[in-house]
Nanobody, 124 residues
Framework: QVQLVESGGGLVQAGGSLRLSCAAS????????MGWFRQAPGKEREFVSA????????YYAGSVKGRFTISRDNAKNEVYLQMNSLKPEDTAVYYC?????????????????WGQGTQVTVSS
């Protein structure tokens, strides 16, 4: 069974940085795509970034491109989201997700495995 555990959230001032981590266990993830999503109060969960585990191809939502960087550590089975130049509108619960596919998708519905989420709050 796939288990995903996020960490690294917190409170930061606008312009600051945070690094989120997602520890994955329960499978060999070489054929998986890993995603980061976020959900702000009163809003739907939205795609942030994704990485294909085997090739390392990366994908970003337009709102975070150039500010966020996704990466992975194959040896540790961990995925990271480095978030720089944070804005108040980045405030949300951030979720790590996994799908058994080497193909990228920004759709929430195609990721069957989710972590519990970690809160990121950016103050102005």
């Amino acid at each position: 069974q796939v288990q995903l555990v996020e960490s690294g959230g917190g409170l930061v001032q606008a312009g600051g940085s945070l690094r989120l981590s997602c520890a994955a266990s329960g499978r060999a993830f070489s054929s998986y795509t890993m995603g980061w999503f976020r959900q702000a109060p009163g809003k739907e969960r939205e795609f942030v970034s994704a990485i294909t585990w085997n090739t390392g191809n990366t994908y970003y939502a337009g709102s975070v491109k150039g500010r966020f960087t996704i990466s992975r550590d194959n040896a540790k089975n961990e995925v990271y989201l480095q978030m720089n130049s944070l804005k108040p509108e980045d405030t949300a619960v951030y979720y790590c997700a996994a799908r058994y596919s080497s193909g990228y998708s920004p759709s929430v519905n195609v990721y069957p495995h989710w972590g519990q989420g970690t809160q990121v709050t950016v103050s102005s």
